[in-house]
């Protein structure tokens, strides 16, 4: 984008990034890092190296930018780009809100179904439970886990794994289909809806969603998707508790965990956790067994993170292996009753 009058250079959306994540700083920017691809970190981190200094002006530009586009964008997410347009004509100007706007237009996705996202979960159900299930499964898979996991725990059992199955192995949907299955809800809800052509659903959404559910219906839906698709049960099953999760477990749950750890594993699992993960572990060890494992760890130098992946899910899958006999219980969203 060329900067009026001519008196700034055009800046590169890169450029524009590496400055942001600069002007953040390397505690924040690291947060951002997680949440990109290995090519993209790649790009940015080059991309910093080769920036030697920032004008205040361009810094305060860009910053000013990014800013004026994370308000467009709630703005959208709240209400519509209509709405956003009216909000941002406000506290703008009418020429400055078109402008962002444009930016946004040519990649910001609505996502469809945004009018179902604020409707009760009861009511909702009443609407879409006689649908086929490949119609509830596109429904779900934009919505919130939270909302999702009550209606899928509220579907009748013999639906719930067809469902999840779905969701799981849903990749791209049609606009054509989604305008559709929208303008019926539409009409039933008497609400308006932007849509655009999305990637949705996958296994990452169903995870999402059986985190949230209760144990129940949890152990049912994996229990008959392990006799339908047992690889699609395995694929869901790793990612449905990860190594960081063990702080959602109390200190008797951990140190139950520990007893079934062989120390070797231990040591390298927790080269590629964070701090918080490894302190809580550290907590509940013995002085004596933390000040071995801290040595062995420090000892034994770099490891491959294949290694330390594979000592993490041999941890998971300890903890799930006691959390499915009873001897440990997982803090889970969906409404899991303690009986004392």
């Given at each position: 984008?060329?900067?009026?009058?001519?008196?700034?250079?055009?800046?590169?959306?890169?450029?524009?990034?590496?400055?942001?994540?600069?002007?953040?700083?390397?505690?924040?920017?690291?947060?951002?890092?997680?949440?990109?691809?290995?090519?993209?970190?790649?790009?940015?981190?080059?991309?910093?190296?080769?920036?030697?200094?920032?004008?205040?002006?361009?810094?305060?530009?860009?910053?000013?930018?990014?800013?004026?586009?994370?308000?467009?964008?709630?703005?959208?997410?709240?209400?519509?780009?209509?709405?956003?347009?009216?909000?941002?004509?406000?506290?703008?100007?009418?020429?400055?809100?078109?402008?962002?706007?444009?930016?946004?237009?040519?990649?910001?996705?609505?996502?469809?179904?945004?009018?179902?996202?604020?409707?009760?979960?009861?009511?909702?159900?009443?609407?879409?439970?006689?649908?086929?299930?490949q119609t509830i499964a596109l429904i779900l898979s934009y919505l919130a886990p939270t909302q999702a996991a009550q209606i899928v725990s509220?579907?009748?059992?013999?639906?719930?794994?067809?469902?999840?199955?779905?969701?799981?192995?849903?990749?791209?949907?049609?606009?054509?289909?989604?305008?559709?299955?929208?303008?019926?809800?539409?009409?039933?809800?008497?609400?308006?809806?932007?849509?655009?052509?999305?990637?949705?659903?996958?296994?990452?959404?169903?995870?999402?969603?059986?985190?949230?559910?209760?144990?129940?219906?949890?152990?049912?839906?994996?229990?008959?998707?392990?006799?339908?698709?047992?690889?699609?049960?395995?694929?869901?099953?790793?990612?449905?508790?990860?190594?960081?999760?063990?702080?959602?477990?109390?200190?008797?749950?951990i140190q139950r965990v520990l007893r079934d750890v062989e120390n070797s594993d231990l040591s390298i699992s927790l080269k590629g956790a964070n701090e918080q993960v490894q302190n809580v572990i550290f907590n509940n060890l013995s002085k004596?067994?933390?000040?071995?494992?801290?040595?062995?760890?420090?000892?034994?130098?770099?490891?491959?993170?294949?290694?330390?992946?594979?000592?993490?899910?041999?941890?998971?899958?300890?903890?799930?292996?006691?959390?499915?006999?009873?001897?440990?219980?997982?803090?889970?969203?969906?409404?899991?009753?303690?009986?004392?």
């Open positions: 984008m060329a900067r009026g009058g001519g008196s700034e250079p055009e800046i590169t959306g890169v450029q524009k990034a590496a400055i942001l994540l600069i002007a953040l700083g390397p505690e924040k920017s690291s947060q951002v890092f997680k949440h990109l691809k290995e090519e993209e970190i790649e790009e940015l981190t080059l991309e910093i190296a080769n920036t030697k200094s920032i004008t205040t002006q361009t810094k305060d530009q860009v910053i000013k930018e990014f800013y004026e586009i994370c308000l467009a964008q709630q703005y959208i997410a709240e209400g519509g780009i209509g709405y956003a347009k009216e909000l941002l004509e406000s506290a703008l100007g009418s020429e400055k809100a078109m402008e962002v706007i444009g930016k946004l237009t040519a990649s910001l996705q609505v996502k469809p179904f945004e009018f179902v996202r604020k409707a009760e979960a009861t009511q909702l159900l009443n609407f879409i439970q006689d649908e086929h299930p509220a579907l009748a059992p013999e639906r719930q794994a067809d469902v999840a199955k779905r969701i799981a192995t849903m990749d791209r949907t049609s606009p054509d289909v989604i305008k559709e299955v929208e303008r019926i809800l539409e009409t039933k809800l008497a609400s308006l809806v932007n849509q655009e052509y999305n990637i949705i659903g996958g296994v990452d959404a169903v995870v999402e969603i059986l985190n949230t559910v209760d144990r129940g219906t949890e152990k049912h839906i994996m229990e008959t998707l392990e006799i339908e698709d047992p690889e699609l049960a395995d694929e869901i099953r790793k990612k449905m508790f990860v190594f960081e999760d063990i702080l959602l477990l109390d200190d008797r749950a004596r067994l933390a000040a071995m494992i801290k040595e062995d760890m420090e000892f034994m130098g770099p490891v491959r993170m294949k290694d330390v992946e594979e000592a993490q899910q041999k941890i998971v899958n300890i903890i799930r292996k006691l959390e499915d006999a009873g001897e440990i219980v997982i803090s889970r969203g969906g409404g899991d009753e303690i009986v004392v």
